[in-house]
């Protein structure tokens, strides 16, 4: 097991009822702050007008920026950081998924930055001050609501980076089931999607002596597997709205790495897909994971698969090898069972279009860690996903 260090700086106010709390939390950091959310969403459930009492009855200033799409272009995080300074705000609240968040942690980070936001997604500068951050979570996904990890699109230059810093770790995050209830039942499949990759990511790893973040990764793959199917048929079921929730948020705030190293390959290759055609996050996560499995499965590493299908899947094969491929066609069943295309040609890509998306992928040299794949790998597994 690898030497870590773990400081969750995130609080969380879990369960019904908490934006109640969300007027006092603020209160604590400032009176003035700058409050991004999406395109209406929280409008037509009424969590817009309950956001706006509370910081009218705790006398909170806010200047809005609204309109924050799914994968967040930097145009919106420099409109962000220009409101900030404008209006003099010193927090910023996010209301919504992960995009609504990763844009509020950009606007945060660029806030103290003389540059351009966009050179910390390209490694040119390094995070040294940020705003504070708070969310409200609408979705449950990307994890952003409790991890410094932040993803945009720089929509000129048809690229999405990702950057993460301790100083981007929301102060506190309200995490209520009862506000993804409304969610449609194709982002909730892809939010599950969104979820089990980030388990995958972490537990497809070399250090296989971290025996029990392993398990713990298991415990919450299951709970995915369990309960996303229930929430995608019975949207308003809050048991099964509660165990998503949570998955989502320990699912990807460090916990389940300690002693890890990670791979993060198939989350480098969506990134450019998403960057080409505005494709859902989760979606090309479930397209390109069961094919990523296929293409670094070898004698080596097939104990690892296996260990997830025998663990997981209680799945019996003849050998690791045939034990890990049936777990594979488990993952990619599964998928299916969600209602998620399984191809790119589903969503808008054709081969024409991969060469340059692993082009890009590997810009900054190879990508992973469980299996280093080069831009000829990233090729493959594309066409397999085709």
Same mark, same amino acid.
């Given at each position: 097991?690898?030497?870590?260090? $773990?400081?969750?700086?995130?609080?969380?106010?879990?369960?019904?009822?908490?934006?109640?709390?969300l007027g006092?939390? /603020? %209160?604590?950091?400032s009176?003035?702050?700058?409050?991004?959310?999406?395109?209406?969403?929280? %409008?037509?459930?009424?969590?817009?007008? *309950?956001v706006?009492e509370? #910081?009218k +009855?705790s006398?909170?200033?806010?200047?809005?920026?609204?309109?924050?799409?799914? &994968?967040?272009?930097?145009?919106?995080?420099?409109?962000?950081?220009?409101?900030?300074?404008?209006s003099k705000?010193?927090?910023?609240?996010?209301v919504?998924?992960?995009?609504?968040?990763?844009?509020a942690?950009?606007i945060?980070?660029?806030? $103290? $930055?003389?540059?351009?936001v966009?050179?910390?997604?390209?490694?040119?500068?390094?995070?040294?001050k940020?705003?504070?951050? *708070?969310?409200?979570?609408?979705?449950?996904?990307?994890?952003s609501?409790? &991890?410094?990890n932040?993803?945009?699109?720089?929509?000129? *230059?048809?690229?999405?980076?990702?950057?993460?810093?301790?100083?981007?770790?929301?102060?506190f995050?309200?995490?209520?089931?009862?506000?993804t209830?409304?969610?449609?039942?194709?982002?909730?499949a892809?939010?599950?999607?969104?979820?089990?990759?980030?388990?995958? +990511?972490? $537990?497809?790893?070399?250090?296989?002596?971290?025996?029990?973040?392993?398990?713990?990764?298991?415990?919450?793959?299951?709970?995915?597997?369990?309960?996303?199917?229930? *929430?995608y048929?019975?949207p308003?079921?809050?048991?099964?709205?509660?165990? #998503?929730?949570?998955?989502?948020s320990?699912?990807?705030?460090?916990? #389940?790495?300690?002693?890890?190293?990670?791979?993060?390959?198939?989350?480098? /290759?969506?990134?450019?897909?998403s960057?080409?055609?505005?494709?859902?996050?989760?979606?090309?996560?479930?397209?390109?994971?069961?094919?990523?499995? +296929?293409?670094?499965?070898?004698?080596? &590493?097939?104990?690892?698969?296996?260990?997830?299908?025998?663990?997981?899947?209680?799945?019996?094969?003849?050998?690791d090898?045939?034990?890990?491929?049936?777990?594979i066609?488990?993952?990619?069943?599964?998928?299916?069972?969600?209602? /998620?295309?399984?191809?790119?040609?589903?969503?808008?890509?054709n081969?024409?279009? #991969?060469?340059?998306?692993?082009?890009?992928?590997?810009?900054?040299?190879?990508?992973?860690?469980?299996? %280093?794949l080069n831009?000829?790998?990233?090729?493959?597994?594309?066409?397999?996903?085709?």
């Amino acid at each position: 097991m690898n030497n870590f260090f $773990y400081d969750v700086k995130t609080k969380i106010i879990f369960g019904k009822g908490g934006i109640n709390k969300l007027g006092e939390n /603020i %209160k604590r950091y400032s009176s003035n702050i700058l409050f991004c959310c999406g395109s209406g969403s929280i %409008k037509k459930s009424g969590l817009y007008d *309950a956001v706006i009492e509370q #910081l009218k +009855e705790s006398e909170i200033n806010y200047t809005k920026l609204s309109g924050i799409k799914p &994968n967040p272009r930097l145009s919106s995080v420099q409109k962000g950081i220009e409101l900030c300074k404008s209006s003099k705000t010193d927090f910023i609240l996010a209301v919504g998924g992960g995009s609504v968040i990763d844009c509020a942690k950009a606007i945060a980070a660029g806030f $103290y $930055y003389d540059g351009n936001v966009w050179d910390f997604y390209e490694y040119k500068a390094k995070i040294k001050k940020a705003l504070p951050v *708070a969310s409200v979570l609408t979705l449950a996904a990307s994890g952003s609501e409790m &991890n410094g990890n932040s993803v945009i699109t720089n929509e000129e *230059a048809g690229v999405k980076r990702g950057v993460g810093s301790h100083l981007l770790y929301p102060v506190f995050s309200i995490l209520d089931p009862s506000l993804t209830q409304t969610v449609p039942p194709h982002q909730t499949a892809a939010g599950t999607a969104d979820i089990i990759s980030h388990l995958f +990511e972490q $537990y497809f790893s070399k250090e296989r002596s971290a025996y029990v973040t392993d398990r713990m990764i298991e415990a919450v793959l299951k709970t995915c597997f369990k309960f996303g199917p229930t *929430a995608y048929k019975y949207p308003e079921n809050f048991e099964a709205r509660a165990n #998503l929730m949570w998955a989502s948020s320990i699912g990807l705030n460090s916990l #389940l790495s300690m002693g890890k190293t990670g791979d993060w390959a198939t989350h480098q /290759i969506e990134h450019q897909l998403s960057a080409v055609n505005d494709l859902t996050h989760g979606t090309g996560l479930a397209i390109l994971t069961p094919n990523w499995m +296929e293409h670094v499965l070898d004698e080596k &590493n097939a104990k690892v698969f296996a260990d997830y299908g025998r663990n997981v899947w209680n799945i019996s094969g003849k050998n690791d090898t045939d034990t890990a491929l049936k777990a594979i066609k488990k993952t990619r069943e599964f998928f299916k069972s969600l209602d /998620i295309p399984q191809t790119l040609r589903e969503v808008g890509f054709n081969e024409e279009m #991969l060469p340059d998306i692993a082009r890009k992928t590997t810009l900054f040299g190879s990508v992973g860690q469980f299996k %280093k794949l080069n831009e000829k790998d990233v090729l493959d597994i594309l066409k397999r996903s085709l």
